[in-house]
């Protein structure tokens, strides 16, 4: 008689394995885990910008932050060799596009979103989860297209797994969720307005940088989550380079921005279930 081979795991109930026991393999994160859960925090954007924002434009200037356009996915960078060796001296922040209405990417539901990728191969569902009923919440509301002005800091997420999916021995690092207005409902409503969003933008961006700065960050990476809610690559970084222009003498200590960029859309990979 044949044996009944084992049902696997989906992908994202295995995550939630990992965060629920806080052991994988060898690897014991339990204790970090907690921290990412008790020491995530959400903050409203004008608290960390400040008052008379649009007074500190051209302040003093400062080195100017790189730009840097790799291909591949979020994995094939936090697992890299060069990155345990950045690591070890500095510290990496992922820049996270979010959704206000669909906690973390909606990955539980097989969702295929940039978001819900980073969510597998990591703890980041963890920190998230925290934040359940400000999602409810959202989601009560409907979505309008223009976000929240809110900003999530996930302390301690530990990246998991490699451009194979396979859990490895983790990396820890600091997840900054930012939440940008949809371009594609905000058109579908005919209400967009590119000058206001092209606003909205940039100040969520600069408050994320900000953060990620006092969190003494040394390295961003992100994937192009950007593309989820109906940027081009080229708008993306025409934003970011203008932020960082005008703005970078706030950004202190951080000196590279990666983004991971993909061929192709349609032949990107989804998070397999």
């Given at each position: 008689m044949r044996k009944r081979k084992k049902n696997k795991l989906s992908l994202p109930d295995d995550t939630i394995r990992v965060i629920t026991t806080g052991f994988y393999r060898q690897y014991d994160i339990l204790h970090t885990i907690s921290k990412t859960?008790?020491?995530?925090?959400?903050l409203d954007v004008s608290e960390i910008l400040g008052e008379d924002f649009e007074k500190k434009k051209r302040g003093k200037k400062s080195a100017p932050v790189e730009i840097v356009l790799q291909q591949g996915h979020m994995n094939d960078f936090m697992n890299a060799e060069e990155t345990k060796v950045i690591k070890g001296v500095h510290k990496i922040g992922i820049l996270n596009?979010?959704?206000?209405?669909?906690?973390?990417?909606g990955f539980l539901s097989g969702v295929s979103t940039r978001e819900g990728s980073l969510a597998v191969c990591s703890t980041l569902y963890a920190s998230l989860r925290e934040l359940r009923d400000f999602y409810k919440s959202e989601r009560a509301k409907g979505d309008d297209g223009w976000a929240t002005d809110k900003l999530i800091y996930s302390p301690s997420v530990m990246h998991m797994r490699n451009h194979e999916w396979e859990l490895i021995k983790p990396t820890e690092t600091d997840v900054f969720t930012v939440f940008l207005p949809n371009a594609r409902i905000l058109h579908k409503r005919g209400v967009f307005n590119r000058e206001e969003v092209v606003r909205i933008v940039k100040e969520r961006l600069v408050a994320a940088l900000m953060l990620s700065s006092k969190q003494k960050v040394h390295t961003i990476v992100m994937s192009e989550g950007y593309r989820d809610f109906g940027y081009t690559r080229d708008e993306f970084v025409s934003y970011l380079q203008e932020v960082?222009?005008?703005?970078?003498?706030?950004f202190k200590g951080i000196q590279k921005i990666v983004i991971m960029t993909e061929k192709d859309r349609k032949k990107r990979q989804k998070n397999p279930q």
């Open positions: 859960r008790f020491e995530t925090k959400m596009v979010g959704s206000n209405q669909s906690l973390a990417g960082l222009e005008t703005y970078s003498y706030l």
